[in-house]
């Protein structure tokens, strides 16, 4: 098994490869293209792809998108204009409504935000003719806002972690362990399909160290277990938080203290200092080191 997965790998390595080599001018680039199946891979990927000058690679179970495609002679935009005229919502551009009401059942993915489209050329007319149209006019979403409300998939991690770090500060394993519980249950439920690019990248390289964390943390009622964990759990969180942002000024803070001597940080809604590495024994030994905004 493990043999035969590496082949693929490697047959899926090579095609873009070869793919590659065939489009002059070569600009490689990642997005976020909504969908659900292999019949979704298969027409997002034909309206994407135009022979040497486009080609899309797209994985149905992150919904990401390799594009490579000549820079000299057209552009992300362009690529994902087509692919969303076929009924594939994605980064920059909306499915028109009725487009994506006649997508096969089985193909019809959950929507984030009400499409704004316009466009000169019928849409069945595009869509059976998505490699030579590029006239259309579509109007992008106001990409700030659509991830803002993606982004709040996070919220209740974040206001998770926050508990977690006062019961610390209260030098309550029980109350930690309750807390963390909540955290970890709350890393289980998003839904990061739903998360903006960015923000799904950074989650995809952090989410297994959280819920490990997490869980040793629940698992535990020993201060000094549940704080080891802490630091690195704070530390992945401010990865996350940097990037996906919250709704109120973070403070990022830091005991030169803690870790055996190391030091460590951690992250508040409060800009006072309060440890919870130390709790009450050193309730404010450390300093603000960033804020997040």
């Known amino acids: 098994m493990k043999s035969l997965n590496s ?33 979704c891979k298969s027409t997002i990927e034909k309206a994407g792809n ?39 919502d994605n980064e920059l551009f909306m499915s028109p409504d009725d487009t994506y009401a006649n997508l096969p059942g089985c193909c019809q993915y959950k929507r984030t935000k009400k499409q704004i489209v316009t466009t000169e050329a019928s849409v069945g007319e595009l869509a059976e003719n998505h490699s030579e149209q590029t006239t259309s006019k579509i109007l992008e979403t ?20 926050f508990e977690v770090k006062n019961a610390l500060v209260q030098s309550d394993g029980n109350l930690t362990s309750t807390k963390a519980n909540e955290l970890l249950k709350s890393l289980e439920k998003v839904k990061m399909n739903e998360l903006a690019t960015e923000v799904h990248m950074v989650w995809m390289e952090v989410m297994n160290d959280l819920k490990a964390d997490a869980k040793k943390m629940a698992e535990s009622k020993e201060l000094s277990s549940q704080r080891k964990n802490f630091i690195t ?3 992945n969180m401010y990865t996350l938080l940097k990037i996906a942002n919250y709704e109120q000024p973070v403070y990022y803070q830091f005991c030169p203290m803690a870790n055996d001597g190391k030091g460590a940080n951690w992250l508040s809604t409060e800009n006072t200092i309060k440890n919870p590495y130390y709790g009450s024994a050193m309730l404010s030994c450390g300093n603000t080191v960033e804020t997040i905004k």
């Open 50 to 88: 135009k022979k040497k000058e486009a080609s899309v690679q797209w994985n149905k179970d992150t919904k990401m998108a390799i594009i490579s495609y000549d820079s000299l002679k057209t552009s992300k935009s362009e690529i994902l204009k087509r692919v969303a005229l076929v009924g594939y």
């Open 142 to 161: 106001p990409k700030a806002q659509t991830e803002t409300n993606k982004q709040n998939e996070l919220t209740l991690v974040f206001k998770n972690y």
């Open 233 to 235: 759990l704070s530390k």
């Open 7 to 39: 082949i693929l790998v490697l047959l899926f390595v090579l095609s873009i490869t070869l793919c590659n080599a065939q489009i002059k001018n070569s600009k490689t680039e990642t997005i976020k293209i909504f969908g659900n199946c292999e019949m």
